[in-house]
């Protein structure tokens, strides 16, 4: 197939490129930025600028949604303005120009209201319940894509669509999450919130990379759903803040925040961080020490139940949380233990 795929300067974008490229599929890549991906065609722009999604577009059969603005703080237009009405734009521009599949890149906080989740299915997104502007504008994003697909099947239109939220990516240069834990434990600002002992599921980036390609022959038999990818292997926060600060050579966090206080301190942090001069928030990471949201992420339990992912898209995660984590010690230098 042709395939565009958004976002292709990132890790995640960049890796399913390539695979796609290894698999036999043409691909185009949308970014910003060069894409550095040998042998796929660079369309350079945003999915707000409507000239470079036409040309994106073009000749396409299906488009891998990835781009987004992901971040736990910022402007609300801005989220707003990428994350939803980039991908309204982008939808209709492919539906125009005849395309027929999507594979649209979600996030688990689509349907997160702050609560534990064990052993959850895909719940629907909710935008009205969802923690912060980025899963907020993710959810209405995600909510247009499977809309699409809705109004395709009435109108007899051949296009469809499979939404996939990724949780808690992590690997060897993924700059979103396992850098930053890195770089905020080498900094000794990686504090536990309560204990540390709630479960959560995570996703190494390669598994990451072969469900999404999987969803391409799977939007054949399947299509209109979300699904949450993890590897299915829940463990404690604690232990996996501590093994990725071990596996990229920094000390594991030792400090223990309770609760109440973390989301108390997170809710402050955030409403000030916005007014603090750009030459302070661009310090260490550019995101806030802490917001409500990554407290309650931090505090609350979140895995899912794998079985209908692993139907639908015929994929099962093929590295281990182990074997995850030796190849990021191997590759930042660090430990597993």
Do not use: C
């Not at 734009?89 to 395309?99: I, N, V």
């Not at 992590?170 to 770089?183: A, K, S």
Request: hydrophobic share 45%; proline share 5%; no cysteine.
């Amino acid at each position: 197939m042709h395939v565009l795929v958004t976002g292709a300067s990132g890790l995640l974008g960049s890796q399913t490129a390539r695979a796609l490229l290894e698999a036999g599929h043409t691909v185009t890549t949308l970014q910003r930025r060069p894409s550095g991906v040998a042998g796929a065609r660079d369309v350079r722009g945003s999915v707000t600028d409507p000239e470079a999604v036409a040309r994106a577009v073009a000749g396409t059969e299906a488009v891998i949604h990835i781009a987004a603005k992901v971040s736990v703080s910022g402007d609300a237009a801005d989220f707003e303005r990428i994350n939803v009405e980039g991908t309204r734009a982008l939808l209709t521009a492919a539906r125009a120009a005849g395309t027929r599949r999507w594979v649209h890149i979600s996030s688990p906080s689509v349907a997160h209201a702050g609560s534990s989740l064990t052993g959850d299915g895909a719940r629907p997104a909710d935008p009205e319940r969802a923690r912060g502007d980025y899963a907020r504008t993710k959810a209405a994003g995600e909510l247009l894509a499977l809309a699409a697909d809705a109004e395709a099947q009435a109108a007899g239109e051949d296009f469809r669509a499979l939404a996939l939220r990724p949780h808690l990516m992590w690997g060897p240069g993924d700059t979103q999450l396992t850098e930053r834990i890195i770089d905020r434990a080498r900094a000794g600002r990686l504090p536990f919130i309560g204990s540390g002992a709630a479960l959560v599921d995570t996703l190494f980036s390669a598994n990451a990379v072969e469900a999404i390609v999987a969803a391409l022959p799977a939007l054949e038999r399947v299509h209109g759903e979300s699904l949450v990818l993890t590897n299915g292997q829940p463990r404690m926060i604690g232990e996996l803040l501590s093994r990725l600060a071990l596996a990229g050579g920094a000390a594991p966090p030792s400090l223990h925040v309770p609760v109440a206080a973390g989301l108390a301190a997170g809710t402050v942090v955030e409403s000030a961080w916005e007014r603090l001069p750009e030459s302070v928030r661009e310090k260490g990471d550019g995101e806030p020490p802490l917001t409500r949201f990554l407290a309650e992420q931090l505090s609350t339990a979140h895995w899912f139940d794998q079985r209908r992912t692993r139907e639908v898209l015929r994929w099962s995660p093929r590295v281990s949380i182990e074997e995850g984590l030796a190849l990021t010690a191997a590759h930042y230098g660090g430990r597993t233990v």
